[in-house]
């Protein structure tokens, strides 16, 4: 089984920018993603990647504003995230699919049941 770490949440004002990190150790895996719960939404996909192939996706909730990537290691999984608004205010967290490989963009939309290996999470704020 993966183990997970989040990091890089924080506070930031509307418009500005962070970097969240991913780190993952354990099993092997395929496809990881980025994942959020706010005060909208329990549990909400943002971004996924295969590490693979570098097949990337953004949910619309990210789209040109999010872009996932990789470290060298490929376990180290990257956040940046740009042009941050209220609504992107919540909890920040990765997961990967518990059974199968499963393509970045089935992934973002998979239940946490589905999920496996997510940590603590990294908070993060936008506010002014």
């Known amino acids: 089984q993966v183990r997970i770490a989040e990091s890089g949440g924080g506070l930031v004002q509307p418009g500005g920018s962070l970097r969240l990190s991913c780190s993952v150790a354990g099993s092997h895996f395929h496809s990881i993603g980025w994942f959020r719960q706010t005060p909208a939404k329990d549990h909400e996909g943002v971004s996924c990647?295969?590490?693979?192939?570098?097949?990337?996706f953004v949910t619309s909730s990210g789209k040109g504003r999010f872009t996932i990537s990789t470290g060298n290691d490929k376990n180290t999984v990257y956040l940046q995230m740009d042009n941050l608004s209220p609504d992107d205010t919540g909890l920040y967290y990765c997961?990967?699919?518990?059974?199968?490989?499963?393509?970045?963009?089935?992934?973002?939309?998979?239940?946490?049941?589905?999920?496996?290996?997510w940590g603590q999470g990294t908070q993060v704020t936008v506010s002014s």
């Open positions: 997961a990967t699919p518990r059974f199968g490989i499963t393509p970045p963009q089935a992934l973002c939309t998979m239940s946490q049941d589905a999920l496996e290996g």
């Open positions: 990647i295969n590490t693979y192939s570098g097949t990337t």
